[in-house]
């Protein structure tokens, strides 16, 4: 088992639970697996296979997952492949003698597809040593993603009764999981629960207020890196999209809204590094397997605890740090609530309302954000300071809060625990409102007993203490106020309330006057700057240099293997290469990530390149010369060793394979056009473009090369003078270079 773990996977350990899973799994018992997102699920199904005689038949519900969980076994040297719409009928014949030769050990399939009798007669067959249903969930009716489809896997029970299952999924409520199993059929099984807790996830809540602009600082101090950052709207999507591409940023849009064509396409690209990044709404989500996605925005406040965990789990798939920052506001509480009224059915809009008020709970919480979003999964985390958060790095003062406790306690009690928290902190304050008037309520001794705090600092008290359970909230769309064991504790002096300290309102309206003035407060104030204070791992300075370079060296083999750059080699391994610099093939083979497969696939190429860097050899490549800049004569044609491509080259170049022109990925990269033209050149001298008739028509082209035949004096303003307005420097640029490459005659 561990031998194959380190041949194909690279990896010397298993994480918490999978090895576990894998024998029983070996063992042929049917087992329901529940972990979170970048916990390694996968490797729980796709190891076993290695090691059982037959295929294994993974169902997983999105094509473009299945594409790339197959890309990246494939490159790890696994025979694994997928059957799917996509494919030719010629494709599908040729997997289907595969599958019947036993030369496939694992086939990606999803449920509509399985269920054809045709696909069933095959698997009976072929021989199926397990069947592993991905994103299980799906199954359940009580599941966030349901689809009925699904529902029909329960026949596998019946027509391979002797095939052991393997269900597998991220998020789940123990009615879903018994749902799963029940559906399944399972017999004796084994289930396990890992952690929901995903320590390199740094969580922190913003106030919504400048949002644009403090999400515009964020993005600058992390220039160049990978993130999605969740809307509520289609209109906010595209809005935000298109200003952060004019403000110079790599961004594309993602909704329901825009053609299935358009929705894959800004997908892929975002995949392959393409875009840095996308803003989307919720319809982003499932099968986006991409590991090093540096930050999860939410600009918007989501539903409920569970789409928040959902999506901020997509961060930091790879183990590396992530940032998980949230915009609050009670406008979006409202815009929800009034979405919510609108819901038909009682039982569901009261839950909506429930879970949208936990989601509140989670945002207002002055204790630490990661205890608090484990608890609503019932895991209980044993530190009361995670390290990474908000909340627990930058901590505010508490006190001691029992009086206020004691007297918000009374006030309930006066009012016979039958109204909400705005109505009970009226009276608390001496509000002289009609309905406190008309109620006779200015009578209760609690009345005005409250005054040494504001309305404002009584509402943070008072979600407090429904946190610490010091008070119970009843009700849906209108939640009453309620006494329990706790608060007659408190009120008889048996216990006491630490919360935090409210500030004073002077302080309030200071603290929002600095922050509209853009002035970073001191410490402890969380307006400051949104990442991460300086936590987790990091790359030590001497090392960037090699690291940044071997990400150039990756992007420019995954584009030449049309493949995404973390299926060739992780952030993490990457990292690990920077700071080993192994000179040897065994010393590579220890770096984690680096299977047999791959240190012979890539190992020479890598090993060169930092052996290149350590011996001080163009720490900074030379490129190709802007022939703008360079000597405007015609270069000789000659045969030269292809150019290395830049990052930004080969961004551009991977904008150029999804069919995009000159001007479009201008647009998209908020770039000149000639910027664009000068790296289609060197594109075309690297030998990455074969044809430039995609990029200049036929007549274009003739007249150009009419011309530089003309010209004697070969000089490009000349030839430029002669072609007239009609023809740019970039043209003739391209059409040079095609000159250049061209074989001789």
């Not at 591409?245 to 929705?263: C, E, M, N, Q, V």
């Not at 205890?371 to 001691?400: A, H, R, S």
């Not at 274009?700 to 072609?723: G, P, T």
Request: aromatic share 8%; net charge positive; with cysteine.
């Amino acid at each position: 088992m561990h031998r194959t773990l380190q041949k194909y996977f690279g990896y010397t350990f298993f994480r918490p639970l999978q090895e576990d899973i894998i024998n029983d799994v070996l063992n042929g018992k049917d087992t329901f697996v529940l972990m979170p997102t970048g916990g390694g699920k996968s490797l729980c199904f796709q190891l076993p296979a290695l090691l059982m005689d037959g295929i294994t038949v993974v169902v997983s519900p999105l094509i473009s997952l299945m594409k790339d969980q197959v890309d990246t076994l494939q490159a790890n040297g696994i025979n694994a492949e997928y059957l799917n719409s996509t494919l030719s009928y010629r494709e599908i014949k040729d997997i289907k003698a595969s599958i019947l030769n036993n030369r496939i050990k694992i086939l990606y399939v999803a449920p509509e597809r399985l269920m054809l009798s045709d696909t069933l007669g095959l698997l009976k067959d072929a021989n199926v040593s397990l069947f592993a249903i991905d994103e299980a969930h799906c199954i359940s009716e009580w599941g966030h993603d349901f689809r009925p489809e699904y529902r029909r896997l329960k026949i596998l029970r019946n027509q391979f009764p002797s095939v052991p299952m393997i269900a597998l999924t991220a998020t789940a409520t123990p009615k879903v999981r018994n749902d799963i199993v029940s559906e399944l059929k399972f017999k004796e099984h084994s289930t396990y629960v890992a952690s929901f807790d995903r320590e390199n996830l740094f969580y922190r809540i913003k106030p919504k207020k400048d949002t644009y602009a403090n999400l515009l600082q964020y993005l600058k101090e992390n220039k160049g890196k990978s993130g999605i950052i969740y809307c509520q709207s289609r209109k906010t999507v595209d809005s935000l999209s298109m200003k952060l591409r004019k403000a110079g940023f790599s961004s594309l849009p993602y909704h329901a809204g825009l053609t299935d064509k358009i929705r894959a396409k800004n997908q892929e690209m975002f995949i392959r590094d393409d875009a840095q990044i996308i803003v989307a709404t919720v319809a982003f989500g499932m099968g986006i397997d991409k590991p090093n996605v540096r930050f999860v925005v939410h600009y918007d406040l989501p539903k409920n605890l569970e789409s928040y965990y959902q999506e901020t789990g997509r961060g930091g798939r790879d183990g590396l740090e992530c940032d998980c920052i949230m915009f609050f506001g009670h406008g979006d509480r409202y815009k929800i609530e009034y979405f919510i009224n609108k819901i038909g059915k009682k039982q569901e809009r009261d839950i909506a309302l429930v879970q949208l008020r936990e989601m509140i709970g989670y945002c207002e919480a002055n204790s630490c954000r990661r205890k608090v979003l484990l608890k609503y999964f019932g895991e209980e985390l044993k530190n009361d300071n995670c390290g990474n958060c908000d909340v627990c790095l930058e901590p505010k003062e508490m006190f001691d809060g029992t009086e206020a406790a004691k007297k918000l306690i009374l006030c309930i009690e006066g009012l016979n625990q039958r109204f909400g928290m705005n109505y009970v902190i009226d009276v608390l304050v001496g509000a002289k409102t009609k309905k406190i008037i008309d109620n006779r309520h200015t009578m209760l001794k609690s009345y005005s007993t409250g005054r040494e705090y504001s309305k404002s600092q009584w509402q943070s008290i008072t979600r407090e203490m429904v946190r610490l359970e010091v008070l119970s909230v009843e009700g849906a769309r209108y939640p009453l106020l309620k006494l329990n064991d706790k608060s007659m504790s408190v009120l008889g002096g048996n216990g006491s309330v630490d919360i935090t300290k409210p500030a004073p309102e002077m302080q309030v309206k200071e603290r929002r006057a600095v922050i509209k003035s853009g002035i970073k407060p001191g410490s402890g104030s969380g307006s400051g700057s949104m990442s991460r204070p300086t936590v987790g791992k990091t790359i030590k300075p001497e090392n960037s240099g090699l690291f940044e370079r071997l990400k150039v060296l990756r992007k420019t083999i995954a584009i030449n293997a049309n493949l995404p750059p973390y299926i060739i080699f992780a952030d993490t391994t990457l990292r690990q290469m920077a700071a080993k610099r192994p000179k040897t093939q065994q010393e590579f083979l220890k770096i984690t990530g680096v299977g047999e497969h791959k240190l012979e696939k890539y190992g020479g190429t890598f090993l060169t390149e930092i052996a290149d860097h350590c011996d001080g050899g163009g720490a900074h490549r030379p490129q190709a010369q802007d022939p703008v800049r360079a000597s405007p004569t015609i270069p000789e044609r000659r045969t030269a060793t292809p150019p290395v491509l830049s990052e930004t080259v080969a961004e551009t170049f991977g904008l150029y394979r999804q069919h995009m022109l000159v001007e479009e990925i201008a647009q998209v990269r908020n770039l000149a056009p000639s910027t664009i033209a000068g790296h289609m050149e060197t594109l075309i001298l690297a030998k990455k473009i074969d044809s430039i008739d995609n990029l200049i028509d036929a007549d274009k082209q003739r007249m150009i090369i009419n011309a530089i035949n003309d010209v004697e004096e070969k000089f490009l303003s000349r030839i430029k003078a002669k072609l007239g307005e009609d023809y740019s420097y970039g043209e003739i640029k391209l059409v040079l270079a095609a000159i250049k490459v061209a074989p001789e005659r």
